[in-house]
């Protein structure tokens, strides 16, 4: 943190009406010290981030470290789906973005979001995607372990 509270607020006004000082800020980094920041995101800041500016744009999409980490980050959720599409060649950036809705929607399953559905009507808004026969059997222990 900075110390001097005026200056920090003064920087992010600065940098907030002129977008330039922003991609000023991104252009003094090193990309490796760019990758290092990027690491530790979360999938949703990574994609704000990948708004910044060109090069940040750039550094993000084609990371194959990036992507990596947060394939890793969802492994406890999916290892059978990343084994299997790594194993097919895929890129880390591919399996993520094909793997995400499933991810989404089976750790939905697993923590209980939709246990006390009564009926299919309740569902209408929420988007199914098919999921396999052993991912069915891991969300019907989580309902009986309920």
Avoid at 65 to 83: I, K, T
Avoid at 95 to 108: E, F
């Amino acid at each position: 943190k900075i110390a001097n509270s005026s200056k920090s607020a003064q920087l992010t006004l600065s940098m907030r009406e002129s977008p330039i000082a922003g991609n000023i800020l991104s252009l003094c980094l090193p990309a490796e010290l760019s990758e290092q920041i990027f690491l530790r995101l979360d999938l949703q800041s990574l994609c704000r981030a990948s708004q910044v500016c060109r090069r940040w744009h750039g550094l993000i999409h084609e990371s194959e470290a990036v992507w990596r980490g947060q394939c890793a980050r969802l492994r406890p959720h999916c290892s059978r789906e990343l084994e299997r599409d790594r194993g097919q060649g895929l890129s880390w950036k591919v399996i993520l973005m094909k793997n995400y809705p499933h991810i989404c929607l089976k750790h939905d399953w697993l923590r209980g979001r939709f246990s006390g559905v009564q009926s299919a009507n309740e569902l209408q808004d929420v988007e199914m995607v098919p999921f396999d026969a052993e991912t069915w059997g891991e969300i019907l222990q989580a309902e009986l372990d309920r």
